[in-house]
């Protein structure tokens, strides 16, 4: 699969865990300002336990003599309203949108994605808004817990988006932005599970008529894949249900480029039984993938993030709302 060079990346966090004003910048990350003009930046940007990033990627034109940016935004969130304060308070023009990317059909990722579009439209009534996503994001699910607690899960209305002017790209497999001709972004669709330690989201099941069945594979999971020049793959996750490792080796097959220049994004290795075991053989491959900078976000854990900071203390970066990584 083909993917052009670009000349950069930016990505820019909109919604993670947390936040911290008091971050410095540094070479790869530009920090959300405690003061500006004289003023505290207030309100100050929110975190919530959800996702979103917006993804800027600049690269020459067929004429190598002006830049293109292809602006994308990445997920969405967890609450209806935080993605949206957050790019207020930190200035960002929704009119830069030029698509919209769904990671994954749960509710920490997608529950801004209707106030957000009702934004573009309130700037641009008459714009088509594409939203590209796998299928399966449309799936009714539940979580049943170990201990036996259960509940439904919001779920995405596509009949309701619509309604509302989107454009519904569904696609299991690759898919190439902003067009074949300048393929410069790409979605990696389904990723193959082949790392026995990365189990999806066991809890998890779907709707099947009246029936729940078991459904720990969360297909719909896919991430976001940049090639760098003279650097390599940028490769941007959201919580990372195929596992971290499984998304990079199909970035790298895929592409047929084994050079990770950075990884970004959720690793989905939170603590709690499930995912315990899964969090040395992750760090071990790691590793091996030798990227120049890793950066945790989202559902990684506080543990496995800490094992990257011992491990990695050199590439490692910490995300926080408001962060632009430049790569």
């Given amino acids: 699969m083909s993917i052009e060079e670009v000349e950069r990346v930016s990505i820019t966090v909109l919604m993670d865990n947390s936040t911290d004003l008091l971050l410095k910048n540094s070479d790869h990350a530009t920090r959300a300002p405690l003061i500006t003009n004289g003023k505290f930046l207030l309100p100050p940007p929110i ?22 940016n292809n602006i994308f935004l990445f997920d ?3 609450s209806e309203n935080g993605v949206i304060h957050n790019m207020e308070v930190l200035g960002i023009n929704f009119d ?13 990722h997608f529950t801004g994605l209707v106030n957000v579009i009702k934004r573009i439209h ?3 009534p008459d714009v088509i808004v594409d939203l590209y996503t796998h299928a399966d ?7 049943i817990l170990p201990d036996g607690k259960k509940a439904k899960m919001p779920f995405l209305e596509e009949l309701k988006l619509g309604k509302m002017g989107v454009q519904i790209h569904k696609n299991t497999g690759v898919k190439l932005l902003p067009n074949d001709k300048f393929p410069c972004l790409l979605i990696t669709g389904e990723i193959p599970r082949e790392k026995s330690y990365e ?5 998890q099941y779907a709707e099947d008529g009246n029936n729940l069945i078991h459904d720990p594979l969360v297909k719909d999971d896919q991430a976001i894949v940049v090639n760098v020049r003279n650097k390599g793959l940028v490769i941007l996750t959201a919580c990372g249900h195929s596992g971290i490792i499984n998304t990079i080796n199909y970035a790298k097959k895929i592409t047929g480029i084994n050079k990770i220049y950075s990884v970004v994004g959720g690793f989905h290795l939170p603590i709690g039984g499930i995912y315990d075991q899964a969090i040395e053989p992750t760090i071990k491959e790691l590793e091996k993938a030798d990227p120049n900078y890793i950066v945790p976000c989202h559902c990684t854990g506080w543990k496995a993030t800490n094992r ?3 491990t990695f203390p ?14």
Wanted: net charge positive; proline share 1%; no cysteine.
């Fill in 199 to 203: 189990k999806g989201f066991p809890v």
């Fill in 122 to 124: 309130s700037r641009r």
């Fill in 308 to 310: 990257i900071i011992e």
């Fill in 47 to 68: 975190a919530e336990h959800g996702f979103s990033a917006l993804v800027n990627v600049v690269r020459y034109d067929e004429n190598n003599n002006t830049k293109n």
């Fill in 76 to 78: 969405t969130g967890v």
């Fill in 96 to 108: 830069q949108i030029k698509g919209i990317i769904l990671s994954h059909g749960h509710f920490d």
């Fill in 137 to 143: 994001a449309f799936k009714r699910r539940w979580l």
């Fill in 314 to 327: 050199e590439k490692f970066m910490q995300s926080s709302v408001g962060t632009t990584f430049k790569f």
